[in-house]
């Protein structure tokens, strides 16, 4: 599969730091690129930029083969960007934004209003299509930023956290909606800080922290990476300074991060060390109040990469 | 594509739907020239009326409010997010600006229509034509301070603060030429700012038009003069405008 975008070694700084430091990616036509990263690892700044909207100090972009500099229109055009923030006329009715955000896309009279209908189907609005935005919930309004975003039918949608403070109901709508958008040859690239999201749907999956690539690929190449260790989680009533270190006295302990009184454990398998585990605990003088084995995945790959939890 | 009268008619329509902004381009204004015709009845002897001194100053001056129009369409909280996602599509960050400027002036020049329209059946005097002459001269400020307004909301980033900045300014100079109350008697100093208040010559101008037979290279001037400030404030603002300060 050819790729449709190319990200070669991205760079931004602010006046506060590095934004993004030498990122580099690629995109195959009808995937979903996942950006997954915790608050202020630079995942909106890489849009802004591939959005045209913010110069980068460094680096190159290639759209389908060919070098994207400026605003050029062509690329533009190929772009639907779901924005983070809600950006919507709150007075006007979904099907007037709609047929505003289509306008600027050069869509006109009947081939507009056909587009138009087809994000109202999309968005799960064709029944509300006249009512003013702001009467919408939160979850209607977010389907709504996608639906300004699909009209001109583009090949690459950009979707920036479009999942932030909604019900679990228009969040697993809205990931459908990318599973519909991927199978109909759409390219999505997908931002979020929430693992279980782009566990779901992420066909490649890029973590990155402090604007640098940790890790890229797909899930399993992912998980692949923190190896065939177990994974504990264990909380105890209270914090307990030091407790790692004794932890990490623990047969078979390769890695333990505390966050406050909960510890992320990762243990060599071949060594049963539970009870060691659990006396460590207990010879605190805390109290546990849990203990799981945790299932690896993206929480464990970010772990491993970066000693802390995406959470944090 | 040229998406310039897409945005120009929908900006003009997020304006006319708001009943806070057609207060302030109509209502506030008649509100004014009532207020102050009436507290200063009797100031003025023969032809001239308390209502025709008082309505001039007021329409200079809320020409020169117009500002306020452009940096609320623009970046006001309501507003602020989905006019900026225009920058998505294949839109020029000029036409965005322009768009804001020509339809915050076309809104405000719907307004001063029916201002004009509501004094001259009043029977204020506003010059000949029904006040054509001075409409156009209105017409011209209007549209400078509104590229103004743009260019400072483009500098401070905020709605609320730009028209702070904006409404001190202006404030100043409608009270150094005498909008609300003559200030020559308070002094020399006084006396020579009111002078030489920009405000003031406009006024000057405006009263020729409307009592002295007119004012052709006064009239000229402000009306070329504007429109020259309205051009090189688009410009400073489209140097100024950085997309990425706003995402």
């Given at each position: ?81 779901v ?56 979850g ?17 949608m950009i ?41 779901e749907?992420?066909?490649?999956i890029?973590?990155?922290?402090h ?7 797909t ?39 505390a ?54 | ?94 036409h ?6 020509l ?5 405000c ?22 006040g ?43 009270c ?6 003559s ?65």
């Amino acid at each position: 599969m050819s790729d449709i975008l190319t990200v070669e070694n991205f760079c931004k700084s602010f006046k506060t730091g590095v934004a993004v430091d030498h990122l580099s990616f690629s995109i195959p036509k009808g995937s979903v690129f996942c950006l997954l990263g915790p608050n202020g690892a630079g995942k909106s700044t890489t849009i802004a930029m591939l959005a045209s909207l913010m110069p980068r100090d460094e680096g190159k972009v290639f759209f389908d083969g060919a070098e994207v500099r400026g605003r050029p229109a062509r690329y533009l055009s190929s772009l639907g960007i779901v924005p983070q923030e809600l950006a919507l006329y709150g007075n006007l009715s979904a099907k007037a934004n709609l047929e505003f955000f289509a306008s600027l896309y050069g869509l006109r009279g009947a081939t507009r209003a056909h587009r138009v209908a087809e994000a109202l189907d999309f968005a799960g609005l064709a029944d509300r299509a006249n009512e003013p935005v702001d009467h919408f919930s939160g979850g209607m309004k977010r389907r709504l930023n996608i639906g300004c975003a699909l009209c001109h039918k583009p090949r690459l949608m950009i979707m920036d956290e479009p999942t932030v403070g909604i019900d679990p109901q228009s969040r697993n709508f809205i990931l459908d909606s990318i599973r519909r958008l991927r199978d109909e040859g759409t390219t999505v690239i997908y931002t979020s800080h929430y693992m279980e999201e782009v566990e779901e749907i992420g066909d490649d999956i890029l973590i990155m922290d402090h604007g640098k690539t940790l890790a890229e690929g797909t899930l399993e190449e992912l998980k692949s990476k923190v190896g065939d260790l177990r994974h504990y989680r264990l909380e105890l009533d209270a914090e307990v300074p030091g407790l790692d270190e004794a932890f990490y006295r623990v047969n078979g302990m390769k890695r333990v991060a505390a966050h406050g009184s909960v510890f992320d454990l990762e243990s060599l398998p071949a060594i049963d060390n539970v009870d060691a585990i659990i006396k460590t605990a207990s010879g605190s003088g805390r109290r546990i109040v849990a203990f799981s084995s945790v299932e690896s995945g993206l929480e464990q790959v970010f772990l491993t990469l970066t000693g802390r939890s995406l959470r944090d | 594509m040229n998406a310039l009268p897409t945005l120009i008619r929908r900006d003009t329509r997020n304006m006319i739907i708001r009943p806070m902004f057609i207060f302030y381009s109509t209502g506030f204004p008649l509100a004014m020239i009532f207020i102050l015709g009436l507290l200063s009845q009797g100031f003025y002897n023969g032809p001239l009326s308390s209502w025709d001194v008082v309505a001039v100053n007021l329409l200079l001056y809320q020409a020169l409010l117009s500002c306020s129009m452009s940096t609320n369409s623009f970046l006001e909280r309501s507003l602020k997010a989905p006019n900026l996602r225009v920058l998505f599509a294949p839109v020029r960050p000029l036409h965005l600006l322009l768009s804001k400027a020509l339809a915050s002036t076309l809104f405000c020049l719907g307004g001063f229509v029916i201002v004009f329209a509501i004094l001259e059946v009043l029977g204020v005097n506003l010059g000949p034509l029904c006040g054509l002459e001075l409409f156009g001269m209105v017409a011209a400020l209007s549209f400078a301070s509104t590229a103004l307004g743009l260019w400072v909301v483009c500098l401070v980033q905020d709605e609320s603060g730009a028209n702070m900045v904006l409404n001190l300014g202006i404030g100043i100079l409608a009270c150094t030429g005498g909008v609300f109350f003559s200030i020559e008697h308070f002094g020399p100093v006084a006396a020579a700012l009111a002078r030489y208040s920009p405000f003031t010559w406009l006024r000057e101008i405006a009263f020729k038009i409307i009592w002295n037979g007119g004012d052709p290279i006064g009239y000229v001037a402000t009306i070329g003069l504007s429109l020259a400030a309205a051009v090189a404030f688009l410009g400073a603002a489209r140097v100024t405008f950085k997309t990425e300060d706003f995402v």
